[in-house]
């Protein structure tokens, strides 16, 4: 079983669906309320854990019982949560996303404790893989692909410029569409391996601006993409850390996140092996 470890957030996202978004000053009555649980960093740790990886979880929460709640399922599927930090006086991260019966969004995050992750907080113990996100400090992001042993794969999103750090000591870099155009100046000075992921069309992989691999999305009824992505870079970094190679690990990335697209809900879509080897 390879270890992963995984720095980044974990928010509680409070979903409110009615029949239309309140506009300027409006109050809209009668919505359903959800709560799930999600963060960038959270959902691609229990990917990886779902995926057969020994993962360590560093992030950090507020000490109150959101955190409780947001880090459950983590818990449930054998993360090792020690490197959590609870910050009195912080409030774990928290998303208010607002949904109509077109399925249209508006949503505001409170980051909270997950602008706060510092470099001090970070605990990393030998991994065959680190997986990062962008919506944590960019400080403790570089504080972090500099003190790593194995493969350093960044997950550019959301989108900001690439740091030196991030150039320099990142392996593989992974980006959707979007995330590619609004990085594509700063990724003429990367010399890893970038993999741009397609959606429906797969995923692509290219150094130097060249492309060196290619891998195919499953034939899948989308139910919900919201996860796939999460999805992906979980079961990619996994397979890394096995071992694989690069064109084998992005085949397993696109099955990873076609079957979360076939569920709802973003953790509750995360597949395990056995269930994503079934779109194969």
Do not use: Y
Request: with cysteine.
């Amino acid at each position: 079983m390879a270890h992963v470890a995984v720095i980044g957030s974990t928010n509680l996202d409070l979903v409110a669906t009615a029949d239309r978004l309140p506009g300027r000053g409006e109050t809209v009555v009668n919505a359903a309320l959800e709560r799930h649980r999600g963060g960038k960093g959270a959902n691609q740790a229990l990917s990886a854990a779902r995926f057969g990886a020994d993962v360590s979880f560093v992030a950090a929460t507020g000490d109150d019982a959101e955190a409780d709640f947001a880090l459950a399922l983590l818990g449930e599927a054998g993360v090792d949560l020690s490197g959590v930090v609870r910050l009195p006086g912080a409030s774990t991260g928290l998303a208010l996303i607002m949904v109509d019966a077109d399925g249209e969004n508006q949503i505001m995050v409170a980051s909270g404790a997950n602008g706060l992750l510092a470099p001090k907080h970070i605990r990393l113990s030998s991994a065959a893989a680190l997986l990062l996100q962008f919506e944590i400090p960019a400080a403790t992001v570089d504080a972090a692909v500099e003190a790593a042993e194995g493969i350093v794969v960044v997950n550019a999103a959301p989108a900001r410029p690439l740091s030196p750090a991030v150039l320099r000591h990142t392996d593989v870099l992974i980006v959707n569409e979007v995330e590619f155009e609004e990085l594509r100046s700063d990724l003429a000075g990367f010399a890893g391996t970038v993999v741009r992921t397609l959606g429906a069309d797969g995923a692509e992989a290219f150094r130097l601006g060249e492309e060196v691999a290619r891998a195919p999305a499953p034939a899948i009824v989308a139910v919900d993409t919201v996860g796939a992505g999460d999805a992906f870079c979980g079961a990619f970094t996994t397979v890394l850390a096995e071992g694989g190679g690069l064109e084998e690990a992005m085949r397993w990335g696109c099955a990873a996140g076609a079957f979360a697209a076939t569920r709802n809900g973003v953790q509750a879509s995360l597949g395990t092996r056995a269930e994503v080897s079934a779109l194969l």
